[in-house]
């Protein structure tokens, strides 16, 4: 239950980037320093004869109600899909739910569910905006929930406030009437109001009377049953009521909730063992420890299970339907919990090498084992756990050479804890990660090398933390040892302390020289504009792409990305932090992905945003692996040409223009190059004069500017009148006749009024007299994106963005001019960083077009 509602944004301020993580890290050294201040007069040993003496009832009827409690968390998505009207297959729901909350829970904003959901839900369907209002709705429900039961709670059994913290209230009777009252203030809203509510750009419509009442009834339950799991796990010396203790829980829960520690560890343990009944603390702490187990981790093996189970049915000879669809879904989601699952292993094998290993299996090892292999196994399976954790951001990346490392690791760690000390739980659950991990060798297409990719602030938090957390076991488990210098050089079965001390400091120096190697790289250098041959090899590229789209590379105003045998490449501008990739790679499909994940790279090195703007429906899928988020810019318009023509009352408009046009003597004529001089200084006089009648600057990027050298690389549609020149655009033509469009636009003033239109009826007739198969007809922007309520406070600021994009282009009305050719309408996305960056990504964007930040501000 204790998960962030939405996953930290990828781009920010440099203060945003490094307060969240280091606030996180302080809470858990706060946490962690007032347990040792609690637990100080306890052993290590204590806490694990305690988790020991749990009777298996207990630990059966725990695992049982966190069944149930995943089946309630369902309900959740449920609930939120209902509200989106989005109806979906049970199956597939309770997948994300579980696989969401299985990560979320562990990980909060690490390894996020929200994001694991964004991946499965993109996948089945549903836009960027809507799983962001399904995020939203998921976190009301909780919250109203939490106020509902909290509320109650603690009116009925309140919690005494300690004198020490001098507040105006002794008890959390107050506290409980506050938030009774939001909640019904909550349920009244949805009775009453049905239109929706606007706060700043906000728009949020109130859920029907019957569908907010399930949210409080699943919230509940899910707050019931989940508070019952450690109830039930809790020493029967300690006497207290489940309604006394569910109080304490839910504060608690608040309290790990608001402290953003990944599964509020250490948090959640520190305020039970503070507010508790005074007693024994080491007998809270075996029930603590398991309820982490049960209710944390058994899940995440699951869903581990899960994954690595569909693998072994997917290479089997004869394939299921059913089978076959499960392996679509789990290519988005199984590098992110292989990741999650890699870093738990890494931190296991860390928490045991800083802790004793049992007497009774040293002994046994003793009789076995030289001492010098117990030591080097003892290193080595804490360096394997470090190096684990290392690797888990390159599975997550899907890099093919750290598959293959932890592959290996994962096998030494399970001889390394049987040598050790005869560890078999532990080499037992590395066995089922190993076995779960190695038959999705599938996942992992990506060459590269390992650990070169740069490490967000929070992928550092994550280390630092693991490291945090070995030391202060260490610290704890050894605290009735004398420190010595001596101790870096005693080798015996019987000296584990001075085991543990190599092995934590051996660690610590991979740590630190990880850390330095990134810290000491050379900053990439700032992307050179391309060479003559570069414009070469993209042109001849070029000549193979069947969308005409790809043209926009001849400009010779951006960057390229080539692959390794430049048969394939992206083009993309810089505009501040964002470097901005026009459109998908162009590229052989089969392409595609790989070159994605090198412009990602490329621009993680540098601390750039990778955006990619305008890319097709059919390619989200590829930008969702990348760990972009999506939202939709508007949607192109394709003309099918061999169904276009001017008859039947639909195009009576068409015809008239035509018509009007041709007896005014205007007729289309198209000339291929070689373009001469003479024709280049006629068609810039159209041009100047076109830019001095509209008050306006050349814009680029997405859109063509007037660049004899340019025009020149392909045929050219003029529209003469009585042999004058009064209109022209440059033509690109797709390859094997797949689409033609139009890219620079130009008319004189004194033009009769249409005559563009002209030029578009006169070439779609062209091309389809050439055999084209369709004519682009370019994006409209904002077309087909609704104002959705509870939209995303950056989709609407990119929706307020883009309407005054259209100055910048001046589409004012496009949609309705287009139209009238009755095309196919096929949406167009920007796939991005998401959060607080997206507004100064689109600024950038806007740059890009508008040709330059002077010209964006002129507008």
């Known amino acids: 239950m204790i998960e962030t509602a939405t996953d930290k944004p990828a781009g920010q301020s440099i203060f945003g980037i490094v307060a969240g993580p280091v606030y996180v890290v302080c809470m858990s050294l706060t946490a962690l320093w007032l347990l040792h201040r609690e637990l100080n007069e306890y052993h290590l040993h204590d806490f694990l004869h305690e988790l020991a003496r749990i009777p298996p009832t207990k630990l059966t009827l725990a695992a049982g109600l966190t069944i149930l409690n995943y089946l309630i968390l369902v309900a959740y998505d449920w609930i939120a899909l209902r509200y989106l009207r989005h109806p979906m297959a049970l199956p597939r729901i309770a997948l994300a739910s579980f696989l969401g909350y299985a990560v979320g829970n562990n990980f909060g904003t690490l390894l996020g569910g929200s994001t694991v959901r964004l991946r499965l839900y993109t996948a089945w369907g549903l836009s960027a905006v809507e799983i962001v209002r399904l995020v939203v709705i998921l976190s009301l429900t909780f919250w109203i929930g939490l106020f509902a039961v909290a509320g109650i709670v603690f009116i009925i059994a309140p919690l005494p406030i300690p004198t020490t913290l001098h507040l105006p209230i002794a008890s959390t009777v107050p506290l409980g009437i506050l938030l009774a009252c939001l909640a019904v203030g909550y349920l009244a809203l949805c009775a009453v109001r049905h239109e929706p509510i606007k706060v700043f750009q906000w728009h949020f419509s109130p859920p029907p009377i019957g569908l907010s009442l399930l ?159 117990v030591e080097l196994s003892h290193m080595a399976a804490s360096v394997a756990g470090m190096l684990l954790i290392l690797l888990a951001h390159s599975v997550q990346r899907r890099i093919e050479t750290a598959y293959y490392a932890v592959v290996l690791l994962l096998s030494g760690g399970i001889a390394f804890s049987l040598l050790k000390g005869f560890d078999y739980e532990e080499a037992a659950l590395l066995a089922v990660m190993l076995l779960a991990f190695a038959p999705c060798r599938r996942h992992f297409y990506r060459k590269g090398a390992m650990l070169t990719e740069r490490f967000s602030a929070r992928w550092f938090m994550a280390i630092g933390m693991a490291l945090a957390c070995t030391v202060w076991l260490m610290l704890f488990a050894y605290k009735h040892v004398d420190y010595t210098h001596d101790m870096w050089w005693q080798f015996a079965f019987t000296k584990n302390a001075a085991r543990s001390l190599r092995a934590t400091a051996g660690v610590v120096v991979v740590a630190l020289v990880f850390s330095a190697g990134r810290m000491l790289r050379s900053k990439p250098r700032p992307p050179a504009m391309p060479s003559d041959a570069d414009l070469e090899d993209a042109r001849q590229i070029i000549a193979t792409s069947r969308r005409t789209a790809a043209n926009l590379a001849l400009l010779g105003d951006k960057h390229f990305l080539f692959n390794a045998d430049r048969s394939a490449f992206i083009m993309y501008g810089v505009a501040g932090r964002s470097w901005v990739s026009m459109g998908d790679p162009v590229s052989d499909p089969a392409f595609t992905r790989e070159l994605i994940w090198d412009f990602r790279e490329l621009c993680d090195e540098g601390g750039r945003w990778p955006v990619f703007y305008q890319v097709d429906a059919e390619r989200v899928p590829l930008y969702v692996e990348a760990g972009l988020n999506l939202i939709k810019l508007g949607e192109e318009a394709r003309v099918p040409l061999q169904s276009f023509g001017l008859e039947g009352s639909s195009r009576k408009g068409l015809r008239r223009t035509n018509k009007q046009l041709v007896e005014e003597g205007c007729q289309l004529e198209m000339l291929e190059p070689p373009l001469g001089d003479d024709l280049m200084t006629e068609l810039k006089c159209v041009s100047d004069a076109w830019l001095a009648e509209k008050s306006t600057a050349e814009k680029g990027f997405s859109l063509g500017f007037f660049q004899p050298d340019y025009i020149r690389q392909g045929p050219v549609a003029l529209v003469r009148r009585q042999g004058q020149v009064i209109a022209f655009a440059n033509v690109w033509r797709g390859a094997d006749k797949e689409e033609l469009s139009m890219d620079l636009m130009r008319y004189l003033p004194q033009a009769p009024h249409g005559v563009m239109e002209f030029l578009f009826i006169q070439l779609m007739l062209w091309g389809k007299e050439q055999g084209f198969g369709w004519f682009n007809l370019g994006m409209a922007p904002l077309s087909g994106v609704e104002a959705q309520p509870l939209g995303s406070l950056w989709s609407q600021l990119a929706a307020i963005a883009y309407r005054h994009g259209e100055h910048f282009y001046n589409f004012q009305g496009l949609r309705q001019y287009k139209e009238k050719f009755d095309p196919d309408w096929s949406a167009k996305y920007l796939a991005s960083p998401g959060g607080i960056a997206l507004p100064v990504i689109l600024a950038n964007v806007a740059t890009l077009i508008s040709g330059g930040l002077v010209e964006l501000v002129k507008k």
Do not use: K
């Open 215 to 373: 949210q409080y009834m699943v919230a509940s339950l899910d707050l019931l049953v989940g508070a019952a799991v450690l109830y039930v796990l809790l020493p029967s010396q300690l006497e207290t009521t489940y309604l006394h203790f569910l109080s304490i829980y839910l504060l608690a829960l608040v309290v790990a909730l608001f402290s953003q520690v990944p599964g509020g560890l250490g948090v959640l343990e520190l305020v039970m063992i503070v507010l508790l009944p005074p007693g024994e603390p080491h007998r809270l702490v075996g029930a603590l420890l398991a309820f982490r187990v049960i209710y944390y981790l058994l899940p995440l093996l699951c869903g581990l299970i899960l994954l690595g189970g569909n693998e072994l049915a997917l290479n089997r000879r004869h394939v299921g339907p059913l089978i076959q669809a499960a392996g679509r879904w789990t290519n988005y989601v199984a590098p992110r919990i292989f990741a999650a699952t890699l870093y738990l292993a890494g931190l296991m094998l860390l928490l045991s090498g800083a802790t004793p290993a049992a007497h009774g299996r040293m002994r046994l090892i003793r009789d076995i084992l030289p001492l010098p292999v």
